[in-house]
């Protein structure tokens, strides 16, 4: 059996989308920037694309802008606000436990001469409303905190700490890392105080490359790519059809049924986590339950090193993450597990397993059977 328990690294693309992607690349493959039939058709898809996910978030779909990820979001917001609002302060607030795609342009920021205070969050990963809000000052022009931690799954209350900034500075721009959130919460920015918003395509069965920026219509934001005028001028460059089509298609899929989805997905977690709880010598970090993301579980194994459980499972079948896809190879120095006091020899046997709604109870059975079988073994192993 072949059992994909990886899914905040990247989801298996959709057939619909599959087909989508090839439709816009090998018979409606025109130039949206092109004034003839082609071209229009082609604009058409883009244009069609941003009113789906607009219509995901109550938004207009004019601040709906396509980028090649989550990455490239989450920079764009970060250092194209700061240095647009720079006369208004150089002040910036955000969490320990952000993803690097967060963490490393608000670390560039930092020396360019931009103040930034970094909080620090409870054993559960959660950050502190209270304390964001004494952080956010007359000098603070952005505060960034991530919706979903993609270790360990820890949901921030980013509604009431946008309400929080707003109330102690109207003038905040209020940035969230979506990525882990989009597909599995119903997310509205206007109402939620949100001002900028990063979601990534392939996260949600989605085309990979693709991702797209909410931008509010009255935030100050400086263009990333300059050239041909693309976009509204603020992101140049030829418009990637396949990916924008695709996008938005995983993106209405996603919402489509989303509430029994994420039902049928926390069932399975939770039943996975008891599962786990019966086992020997494992640790589940961060809450469970309704207060916990429903598609990722985070445990450390004790006495078993993270590579050597993974490459195990993977023998086997299975497959999971050592932490963040993004910073496998940095496992010791995970920001995250290091921000809730995880001790190093739990942090050197952690594991992320996360679902989507094409993971079965049989896989989670047949993980179990296979971890029950092994982590003895491993155990023995590892004390000669």
Known sequence: MEVYLDNSATTRCRPQVRDLVVKTMMEDFGNPSSMHRKGVEAEQYVKRAAEEIARTLKADPREIYFTSGGTESNNWALIGTALANQRAGRHI????????????PIQFLERQGFSVTWLDVDENGRVSP????AAVGPETILVSVMYVNN???AVEPVEEIGGRIKRKNPNTYFHVDAIQ???KYRIRPGKMNIDLLSASGHKIHGPKGTGFLYVGQKVKLFPYIYGGGQQQGMRSGTDNVPGAAGLGEAARLAYENLEETVARMRELKNYFVEELRGLDQVTIHGLTGEDSAPHIVSASFAGVRSEVLLHTLEDRGIYVSAGSACSTHKRNQSPTLTAIGLPAPLRESAVRFSFSDETSREELDYTLTVLREVLPMLRRY???
């Open 382 to 384: 590892a004390r000669k």
């Open 130 to 133: 209270e304390e964001l809000e």
């Open 151 to 153: 270790e360990i799954g």
């Open 93 to 104: 607030v955000t969490t320990r436990i952000e993803h690097p795609a967060v963490s490393a």
């Open 181 to 183: 959130a989009y597909g």
